[in-house]
């Protein structure tokens, strides 16, 4: 017997799923759900809240796609809902601190090398403060400017500016410590 695959066109497809097609939202969701918890565990360090955050965020997918105009990429357009939805979780659940001081231009610390996998980068990552990793995460992983940054999270583009560079400070010297231990420096 031959399988057809259904909705092949993602245009139709999502124009089937903004009409409450259940089978078309199953299969943009299995299209999309894998990028997506990736993308929300790297906010929240708890895979279950980060699944949790991902199936509200496809709720708003499903209840927002009419709002999509196919102009850009669909993926984008989930994954800053799925931003957002983070960020909500995390200000909703945490105190989120942000340390408002100037930011001026620092020394750059030693460049690191370091053979890690990618889930030993996402434990050094967990490692970081809330508000350093969300800003790290947002510009480094997802390429938001410090400016859509500053307005996402309601703070200074010096204070994201000042956290980034905490951040990447914070994870050098996680790695240099690490390599240190390991005699790989």
């Not at 200000?91 to 001026?104: A, G, P, Q, T, V």
């Not at 620092?106 to 053979?115: F, L, Y």
């Amino acid at each position: 017997m031959k399988v057809i695959q259904l909705f092949k066109n993602e245009k139709l497809l999502i124009k089937r799923a903004a009409k409450q097609n259940r089978e078309a939202q199953r299969q943009l969701y299995e299209e999309h759900s894998g990028k997506m918890l990736s993308l929300c565990r790297q906010y929240i360090k708890d895979i279950h809240q980060a699944e949790e955050v991902m199936l509200s965020g496809f709720l708003k997918v499903f209840l927002h796609l009419e709002s999509f105009k196919q102009e850009g990429s669909f993926e984008g357009w989930i994954r800053r809902i799925m931003v957002r939805e983070c960020i909500s979780f995390l200000r909703s659940n945490k105190k989120i601190e942000f340390l408002e001081d100037e930011y001026s231009q620092p020394e750059i610390p030693e460049t690191v090398s370091s053979e890690l996998s990618a889930e030993e980068i996402q434990g050094l990552i967990d490692e970081l403060p809330e508000g350093y990793r969300m800003v790290f995460v947002m510009y480094a992983i997802e390429g938001y400017k410090h400016a859509e940054i500053a307005k996402l999270l309601k703070i200074t583009e010096g204070t994201s500016k000042s956290q980034l560079f905490k951040a990447r400070k914070m994870l050098q010297e996680k790695l240099i410590a690490q390599n240190t231990a390991y005699g790989t420096t």
